[in-house]
T-cell receptor
Framework: EAAVTQSPRSKVAVTGGKVTLSCHQT?????MYWYRQDTGHGLRLIHY???????EKGDIPDGYKASRPSQENFSLILELASLSQTAVYFC???????????FGAGTRLSVL | QQKVQQSPESLIVPEGGMASLNCTSS?????YFWWYRQHSGKSPKMLM?????GEKEEGRFTVHLNKASLHTSLHIRDSQPSDSALYLC???????????FGKGTHLHVLP
């Protein structure tokens, strides 16, 4: 089964601080995604990438930056964390636009 | 606005019963649909995909797709308590790499 590893698994951040969430996949997949999930709700797309050194904005990119330095790694950066960014963040990868998304275990972020 | 809409938001069925979940896209460019299942505290896992008009069955799970109306449905027969989860519908088009999810349906199967 495809492997997607997220770190950290949980984080507490202060308002106004910088937060970096990391994602690493060993599946040789071209596509990587960052989603956020608020309690009990669906997934909203923040940023995605289909090739190294290039990222695309999703539906809710404001307040977030993304970085894809290599095929395996995809980071999500919150330059100035805010209370409204408290959520669970999921990274996912897929090998093709028609293929299954494989999700990491998620990062629970609390901004205080 | 949400381009993938799911209904109902919540569904309660008795053990052994049939659960029917619905999903519609408002984006005419959508070509592909998936259904994911997410148990509490876990990450989503793909349950079924459907890309062509018609029906697809895998065990107790059946999905239907009507491309003209951009509507897909998931039916679970002989529902089990272990089926209790959040069911997420996802969609994408052939020319983009964006995969968009709906808000999900919470399914509760009562023993």
């Amino acid at each position: 089964e495809a492997a997607v590893t997220q770190s950290p698994r949980s984080k507490v951040a202060v308002t106004g601080g910088k937060v970096t969430l990391s994602c690493h996949q060993t599946n040789n997949h071209d596509y990587m995604y960052w989603y956020r999930q608020d309690t009990g709700h669906g997934l909203r797309l923040i940023h995605y990438s289909y090739v190294a050194d290039s990222t695309e904005k999703g539906d809710i990119p404001d307040g977030y930056k993304a970085s894809r330095p290599s095929q395996e790694n995809f980071s999500l950066i919150l330059e100035l964390a805010s209370l409204s960014q408290t959520a669970v963040y999921f990274c996912a990868s897929s090998g093709h636009s028609q293929n299954t998304l494989y999700f990491g275990a998620g990062t629970r972020l609390s901004v205080l | 606005q949400q381009k993938v809409q799911q209904s109902p938001e919540s569904l309660i069925v008795p053990e052994g019963g049939m659960a029917s979940l619905n999903c519609t896209s408002s984006d005419r460019n959508v070509d592909y649909f998936w259904w994911y299942r997410q148990h509490s505290g876990k990450s989503p896992k793909m349950l079924m995909s459907i890309f062509s008009n018609g029906e697809k069955e895998e065990g107790r799970f059946t999905v239907h797709l009507n491309k003209a109306s951009l509507h897909t449905s998931l039916h679970i027969r002989d529902s089990q308590p272990s089926d209790s989860a959040l069911y997420l519908c996802a969609a994408s088009d052939t020319n983009a790499y964006k995969v968009i999810f709906g808000k999900g349906t919470h399914l509760h199967v009562l023993p």
